[in-house]
């Protein structure tokens, strides 16, 4: 019976170092023969955070699910009276596994249209045991003139989903651009794979548009993959205009795992990440996009052979203008 409490604290003591560590550091390079940190099973949270006027308010909700199957696709819901504008995906591994590796962090559609994020993550070319693969949507809702809620079918009509596919071919990218009128508040990404798989190396903002890459690896498997850009109107019926806030920072990659982070600005509230993995020969793979309070962090990994390159880490935050 004492073995099982001493697992159960030790757990405990490393998710704990892992927050703090999240908290108080802006960035980190993991030595290359680190694996990921492990997390608690079955885990889920909604916070509520709001920006310097407190007429802004975004809530972040994750589903975290255990699993050892080589595929799993989650997806995470804003609360009632929220509209879902971003979110995140992250594939953690533990004891040494191989990893597996994004293929989409992007949002719903059709009749879940900004209701949801949409994560999925698969092993690629060798097997995995144990991981956690946490899916996070953001959701926004805003306070009116008066201080009344804007209600959501209301808010509704100032958000709009832009989206541009690709070609068929082993490392396509797409880019999607928000029209005149819109600022660019978030993206996504789905890679459309079959056979081995393409996997997810670009997520990022860059000026009005959302550009996405992905790549086979170490066999030839070609796919298409999908951008999604996130627009919000430039002025909002009985509220104003948001500010929208974009930062970017990257950092030299030698191998091995990887992590950059960037922080939220000061009475911002982040609404999106983004992230980007160069690399200069085999390739390097995107493991993490997760925008939270704090900011946003990125992971990425090289694969079955040791590569460089860099890792670029996206923060998108709004406050009332």
């Given at each position: 019976m004492k073995k099982p409490l001493f697992?159960?604290?030790?757990?405990?003591?490393?998710?704990?170092?892992?927050?703090?560590?999240?908290?108080?550091?802006?960035?980190?390079?993991?030595?290359?023969?680190?694996?990921?940190?492990?997390?608690?099973?079955?885990?889920?949270?909604?916070?509520?955070?709001?920006?310097?006027?407190?007429?802004?308010?975004?809530?972040?909700?994750?589903?975290?699910?255990?699993?050892?199957?080589?595929?799993?696709?989650?997806?995470?819901?804003?609360?009632?009276?929220?509209?879902?504008?971003?979110?995140?995906?992250?594939?953690?591994?533990?004891?040494?596994?191989?990893?597996?590796?994004?293929?989409?962090?992007?949002?719903?559609?059709?009749?879940?249209?900004?209701?949801?994020?949409?994560?999925?993550?698969?092993?690629?070319?060798?097997?995995?045991?144990?991981?956690?693969?946490?899916?996070?949507?953001?959701?926004?809702?805003?306070?009116?003139?008066?201080?009344?809620?804007?209600?959501?079918?209301?808010?509704?009509?100032?958000?709009?989903?832009?989206?541009?596919?690709?070609?068929?071919?082993?490392?396509?990218?797409?880019?999607?651009?928000?029209?005149t009128g819109f600022k660019l508040v978030s993206g996504g990404a789905k890679v459309n794979w079959s056979g081995n798989g393409n996997l997810l190396t670009a997520s990022y903002p860059s000026g009005n548009s959302w550009i996405v890459k992905s790549k086979d690896h170490g066999v030839p498997s070609a796919a298409s993959i999908t951008s999604y850009a996130i627009g919000i109107k430039h002025n909002i019926p009985n509220f104003g205009s948001l500010s929208v806030l974009t930062n970017s920072d990257c950092s030299n990659v030698s191998g091995g795992f990887a992590r950059k982070e960037i922080r939220t600005p000061a009475g911002y509230v982040t609404v999106s990440g983004g992230a980007k993995s160069t690399f200069n020969g085999w390739g390097r793979l995107l493991t993490q996009i997760v925008a939270a309070k704090p900011g946003t962090s990125v992971r990425s990994k090289d694969h079955g052979v040791r590569d460089g390159g860099r890792l670029c880490s996206y923060n998108i935050a709004v406050k009332k203008e």
């Open positions: 697992l159960l604290l030790l757990a405990i003591v490393i998710v704990s170092c892992e927050k703090d560590n999240i908290e108080n550091s802006t960035t980190l390079q993991e030595n290359a023969n680190s694996t990921e940190d492990s997390l608690p099973k079955n885990f889920k949270s909604q916070v509520i955070y709001t920006d310097e006027s407190g007429r802004v308010e975004i809530s972040i909700g994750a589903k975290l699910l255990q699993e050892n199957s080589n595929l799993k696709s989650v997806t995470a819901f804003v609360p009632d009276g929220f509209l879902c504008i971003g979110g995140s995906a992250q594939a953690t591994v533990i004891n040494g596994d191989p990893g597996a590796l994004l293929t989409m962090s992007a949002p719903t559609v059709g009749i879940h249209k900004f209701k949801g994020w949409r994560g999925e993550a698969k092993a690629h070319l060798y097997g995995n045991g144990v991981w956690w693969f946490e899916v996070t949507a953001i959701g926004i809702r805003l306070k009116d003139n008066n201080g009344n809620y804007i209600p959501q079918e209301q808010l509704k009509n100032s958000l709009r989903i832009f989206s541009k596919t690709s070609s068929v071919t082993g490392h396509p990218s797409a880019s999607a651009s928000v029209s």
